[in-house]
């Protein structure tokens, strides 16, 4: 092959409608760092890790397509392909363990069990994969024996962040708590699904470029947790919780804006009731329900407060 013929190779690599989901992916990292700067300091180091994880992710999988004609000197970037692919889910699970009060080390230990078997697989060779083969516009593995390591280790980390998020919904008390485990099960769930889709469809053998739905669902993701995963953005989680329409958050801003849409027949002062009774009702939740606490955060006295309560109930 000439250098004509290697350019015109390398052109049609980057225009493949293959190499173009992943590129755009990598791009849209960046944008999302670009986004972020300003809360580099504030941000969880899990998320970076998965961050990384991504970028690495994205990068050996436009690798990959390379050596389509070749997938034997393909093997060692796809298994560094998977390697990333497993670092980025269990730093998923290490955000949501830490975001469910997890304490940090136990955190850090399940993560850490979790990924030794998975890196021993991967670069032992003959253990995760045999080899690896052409699928026309990829490198995709030949699975050894030990490629169940993989798929399950996988599976757990998708599916254990939901459950345990869910959980720490429904059982604590601690009101930002609540809302930052509500915006990461947002954040997290899109992602697992499709990737338990593309596990179940790898299972079966169904031929599948998962690239598109995982790159979106991703970015989503990343978007969703940069902006929010600071300890000063607290008021970013309350505004990406009033757009989903089953939160508590979304039905007092509804409240607010059809108090305002009426104001042509409701008077100033039933507007103003209006506001200040889901004030009321949002100070006393996210102070857990003690009174004296949500009286002292609204800057008024405990029995100012009762007596309010008690002219709404009437």
């Known amino acids: 092959m000439d250098t004509r013929d290697g350019l015109m190779s390398m052109t049609d690599y980057l225009l493949t409608p293959?190499?173009?989901?992943?590129?755009?992916?990598?791009?849209?990292?960046?944008?999302?760092?670009?986004?972020?700067?300003?809360?580099?300091?504030?941000?969880?180091?899990?998320?970076?890790?998965?961050m990384v994880a991504l970028v690495g992710l994205n990068i050996f999988e436009i690798t990959s397509f390379l050596y389509v004609d070749r997938p034997t000197d393909g093997v060692f970037y796809m298994s560094l392909y998977y390697f990333f692919g497993v670092v980025a889910a269990l730093s998923i699970l290490g955000l949501a363990l830490e975001v469910t009060d997890c304490p940090n080390n136990v955190g850090v230990a399940i993560v850490v069990v979790m990924a030794i078997p998975c890196v021993v697989a991967i670069f032992t060779p003959g253990a995760a994969f045999v080899g690896a083969r052409s699928i026309g516009y990829s490198v995709t593995r030949i699975p050894g024996d030990f490629y169940w390591v993989l798929q399950i280790t996988l599976f757990v980390a998708a599916m254990t962040p939901i459950v345990l998020l869910i959980r720490f919904i429904s059982t604590t008390a601690n009101w930002y708590a609540k809302r930052r485990a509500m915006v990461m099960l947002l954040a997290t769930g899109p992602v697992a699904l499709v990737a338990l889709g593309l596990l179940l469809a790898m299972q079966i053998g169904y031929a599948v470029n998962g690239a598109v739905f995982m790159s979106l669902a991703v970015n989503i993701m990343l978007v969703v947790l940069f902006l929010t995963e600071s300890i000063v953005n607290t008021e970013k989680v309350l505004r990406i919780l009033s757009l989903i329409p089953a939160t508590q958050e979304y039905r007092a801003v509804n409240h607010i804006k059809d108090a305002m849409l009426a104001s042509d027949t409701t008077g100033l002062k039933m507007a103003s009731a209006t506001f200040e009774r889901i004030y009321i009702k949002e100070a006393i939740e996210r102070c857990g329900g003690n009174k004296t606490k949500a009286a002292q955060a609204l800057g008024i006295g405990r029995a100012t407060l009762i007596r309010k309560m008690k002219e709404e109930e009437s």
């Open 18 to 50: 293959y190499v173009i989901p992943s590129a755009t992916a990598l791009l849209l990292k960046v944008a999302v760092l670009w986004i972020a700067r300003r809360s580099f300091r504030q941000i969880s180091l899990w998320l970076w890790a998965t």
